[in-house]
């Protein structure tokens, strides 16, 4: 009996994700099968008319994304992609594009990030992916994931933690508290200045 696929076992078994599958469906590059049930499913024929040459493949790209917060870790980033690629390669991703960043989990403002959210919001990615969801933002990890999937593009998490460094994450915390102590003394300050005003006007 011939192999059949599921919409998750087809996209893994031509190195692309569920959601580009649906996409191809809807947009008519590919005809889901049938069963006597409804359900959809596809075969090896399917497989192999996706991987012939011939096949009006998506144009938008693939992109993983490594990032660390220091210079200091450049050999953790070396790791990071050494794992990103065999993490690819066993799902058979076919990457276009590899994006390295030196930049803190805490900055949304970090250039090459940028670059990728204009690229994804234009529409010109298809499937980005990260060793953790702290690679690609410390907080706000929801909110960029939704955003590219409002554009179409899948944001694919390896879930790696190995690969996140756990001093990045005390140097966040400790970040976020100078953080908010700075903005306490201002408080306090600014409480007793109106003080000191309301004495003087009295």
């Not at 596809?42 to 917060?69: H, M, N, Q």
């Not at 140097?171 to 700075?182: E, N």
């Amino acid at each position: 009996m011939a192999r059949v696929y599921r919409i998750s076992e087809f996209a893994e078994r031509i190195g692309r994700s569920a959601s580009t599958v649906r996409r191809w469906e809807a947009e008519g590059r590919i005809a889901a099968r049938r069963t006597s049930t409804g359900q959809r499913y596809f075969d090896e024929s399917d497989v192999l008319a996706v991987l012939a040459p011939g096949f009006a493949r998506d144009d938008r790209k693939v992109i993983v994304y490594c990032r660390v917060s220091s210079a200091g870790q450049r050999e953790d980033l070396a790791s990071q992609r050494a794992a990103m690629e065999m993490f690819c390669l066993a799902r058979g991703l076919a990457v276009d594009e590899w994006v390295s960043e030196i930049g803190g989990g805490m900055d949304l403002l970090r250039p090459k990030l940028i670059d990728i959210m204009s690229r994804v919001k234009a529409g010109q990615v298809s499937t980005l992916v990260v060793a953790h969801e702290d690679r690609l933002a410390r907080f706000g990890f929801d909110y960029l994931a939704h955003e590219a999937e409002a554009a179409g593009c899948e944001v694919l998490v390896a879930n790696q933690e190995s690969l996140s460094p756990q001093e990045e994450m005390v140097a966040d915390l400790l970040a976020i508290v100078h953080t908010f102590s700075y903005r306490l003394d201002g408080l306090h300050r600014y409480a007793k200045s109106m003080k000191t005003d309301d004495l003087i006007g009295r």
